[in-house]
């Protein structure tokens, strides 16, 4: 979508060439989310959010979910947890992951029926390190959902249980997602301008 449809804050005008999946979109299909996700769980959840990229999904997600519950009475018990995840590489290539989970809050998981909230999968290594990791400790279950996942050659065939959107493979800020820490507060999922990435890359 053309910037001119949407509302987008000065301060990022210059840096988007355009709009993915405008802020709307991107609310109703959680809720649509949220229904598949209540009508597949058993019993109590732990949700654990993705930080930092994952908490705009995470937070919208968990509202939902507590709609339904006004809405159908439909009733699912949620607990919340939060991991930080971090890339080493801090541009638009996905380089070696770092999990910060002491034991001690891995242990936390233990029989637990958990759902992990990510932002998006790109060649999907970080997601199949982190499921390596909370399966050392025997949770119940694990399910996995990711707002986006990116139709790429990079993949490693990982597919996470729900998926929001599957986008064309070009690197997407908003909706809590970064470039440098740029562009969380950006409620659309937009691709980043060349020239905004060319600057970035002399500096
Ligand atoms: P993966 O390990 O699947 O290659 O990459 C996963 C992580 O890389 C994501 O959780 C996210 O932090 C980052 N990432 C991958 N693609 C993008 C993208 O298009 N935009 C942003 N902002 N981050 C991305
Ligand atoms: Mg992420
Ligand atoms: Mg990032």
Redesign the pocket.
């Given at each position: 979508y053309s910037l001119d449809h949407f509302v987008v804050p000065d301060h990022y005008e210059e840096d988007v060439s355009s709009i993915l999946i405008p802020h709307g979109v991107i609310m109703d299909r959680i809720k649509k989310l949220a229904r598949m996700i209540v009508d597949n769980s058993q019993g109590p959840l732990v949700v654990c959010c993705?930080l930092?990229?994952?908490h705009q999904y995470f937070a919208d997600l968990v509202d939902e979910i507590k709609k339904l519950r006004r809405i159908n009475g439909t009733s699912v018990q949620l607990s919340l947890e939060f991991i930080r995840?971090k890339?080493y590489m801090n541009d638009?290539s996905?380089g070696g992951?770092k999990i910060s989970l002491t034991d001690a809050e891995l242990q936390e998981f233990k029989g637990k029926n958990l759902l992990i909230v990510?932002?998006?999968?790109?060649?999907?290594?970080?997601?199949?390190?982190l499921l390596d990791r909370l399966a050392l400790v025997e949770p119940k279950s694990v399910r996995v959902t990711?707002l986006?996942i990116?139709k790429t050659y990079?993949?490693?065939g990982?597919i996470p249980d729900y998926v929001g959107f599957a986008?064309p493979d070009?690197?997407?800020?908003g909706y809590a997602?970064?470039?440098n820490e740029y562009?969380r507060d950006l409620d659309h999922i937009c691709v980043?301008s060349v020239s905004f990435k060319i600057i970035w890359d002399v500096i």
């Open positions: 993705v930092k990229g994952g995840v890339s638009t996905s992951v990510e932002d998006i999968i790109d060649t999907g290594a970080t997601m199949v390190k990711s986006l990116k990079r993949s490693n990982y986008i070009a690197f997407v800020v997602l970064d470039y562009f980043i």
